[in-house]
């Protein structure tokens, strides 16, 4: 099977095929925060009247989730550890999710944020817990675009086709993983699980890009090097919050390089190995592509991973597909009942067999890593012991509609996949497009 080479900076973070040959309507997503809708296919905790929780709808525009917590915990007067969430959502977006806040009901009226509505809120017993989510629908508006309006249907259409002939599209992890902007999230994990945490942390504080504000680029330079860290702490712009807890942290703690990755939030501290995880991960999934290997369907070796009754992937139930189950296997997967996946290396993975295993093991040698660098010693947040991820996302609910300035696509996704990886499939732009 032949899929179309991606020849744009996707390809430096691992994404280096299209599923679709259609050329692309080229464009630019959010262009304006509504035009990124998201809202949370949630699955409730039960009200409880003595519920110690609260339990709200919360939406909100133009927010980085992690600011966000951040803001409102200060707002309550709360630790951030109080406020509950399923997923980290995208900033220049439209976002609706269910938060828990562990506190009493009446507190929840202090919080008056801009561009943030708090609705239908309700006591728990429990509150929400990263991963607490069934998936995210969303209606995203494409603008700018290069192709014409008959040409726009056309690559619709046959991109719409595309998908739905495999029911789904290459399930590779998006650029948001790593950073539109400043895509260097994985190479701070790549330090990380190396060992070389002071190169982590000069990473996450420098690497300047050009598409960010004069005031940042030039703190971002002086800190490759420099160790001023009260001077940068003043400099910094309040864009810049993470990096002033790193830098803040230094001017108290000189060289402390462990305990500062150690004082930002946890789930930030955990992005970091993932991200290199997840850049592992399509560098493989790429692998089997430029093999011509399918995505709907299992090789001999191949790991394959079973859903239960809703939909959701069983990665504790790992089969094997051999020459004596492949036609089984093979009508599971086609009928939608599994998925192929490949390894997102660890601590305790688990690679392929046959022409997978290959690639996978060829993916890992040449990146010079072991098993045992994603324990990293001091940093729980960050060690990681590795699991599967499905080679295709699968897609519901896809529509789309063409207006005088371009094209919206509305559509759902399980939770954990990249919305954005199925527009690039339709768009095909630069990757700061996205």
Request: include cysteine; hydrophobic fraction near 35%.
């Amino acid at each position: 099977m032949h899929y179309r080479e991606c020849r744009t900076a996707e390809s430096g973070i691992g994404m280096q095929f299209y599923l679709t040959p259609a050329d692309g309507t080229g464009g630019r997503l959010k262009i304006s925060p509504d035009d990124f809708i998201v809202r949370e296919i949630s699955s409730h905790p039960e009200p409880k009247d003595d519920g110690r929780y609260v339990i709200a709808e919360v939406t909100a525009r133009n927010w980085e989730t992690n600011r966000l917590i951040r803001i409102m915990s200060r707002s309550l007067g709360v630790s951030r550890e109080r406020i509950g969430f399923a997923g980290t959502k995208d900033k220049r977006a439209v976002t609706t999710q269910l938060m828990s806040f562990e506190m009493p009901i009446g507190n929840l009226e202090r919080l008056d944020l801009k561009d943030v509505s708090i609705r239908d809120a309700y006591t728990a017993r429990r509150g929400i817990r990263i991963g607490d989510l069934v998936g995210n629908s969303f209606e995203i508006r494409v603008g700018e675009c290069d192709a014409d309006r008959d040409a726009i249907e056309e690559i619709l259409e046959a991109v719409a086709g595309g998908i739905g002939g495999i029911g789904g599209f290459p399930n590779y992890f998006g650029v948001q993983r790593f950073g539109v902007i400043r895509p260097v999230t994985h190479t701070v994990g790549e330090h990380i699980v190396r060992g070389d945490l002071e190169a982590a942390v000069r990473t996450y504080l420098s690497s300047p890009s050009e598409y960010e504000d004069e005031a940042v680029i030039s703190v971002r330079e002086r800190m490759v090097t420099g160790d001023d860290w009260n001077g940068f702490v003043r400099d910094m712009p309040d864009s810049m919050s993470f990096e002033r807890t790193l830098a803040q942290h230094l001017a108290e703690n000189p060289d402390d390089w462990r305990g500062a990755i150690g004082a930002l939030p946890r789930n930030l501290q955990m992005m970091f190995v993932h991200a290199y995880q997840s850049y592992l991960f399509n560098l493989m999934l790429s692998g089997r592509m430029a093999a011509g290997l399918p995505l709907d369907s299992p090789v001999a070796g191949d790991t394959v991973i079973p859903l239960d009754a809703n939909g959701i992937p069983l990665h504790e139930n790992p089969v094997i597909a051999s020459s004596r189950n492949l036609d089984l296997v093979e009508r599971q997967v086609r009928a939608g009942r599994a998925y192929v996946a490949i390894s997102l290396f660890g601590s305790e993975s688990t690679i392929a067999d046959g022409e997978m295993g290959d690639i996978e093991r060829e993916v890992i040698r040449e990146a010079g890593v072991d098993r045992e660098d994603f324990i990293v010693p001091g940093l729980g947040h960050c060690s990681s012991k590795g699991s599967h991820r499905e080679i295709v996302c699968p897609v519901r609910d896809l529509n789309h509609r063409i207006d005088d300035d371009g094209y919206t696509v509305s559509f759902s996704l399980p939770k954990g996949n990249y919305a954005t990886c199925l527009m690039r499939e339709f768009m095909k732009s630069e990757m700061e497009n996205y």
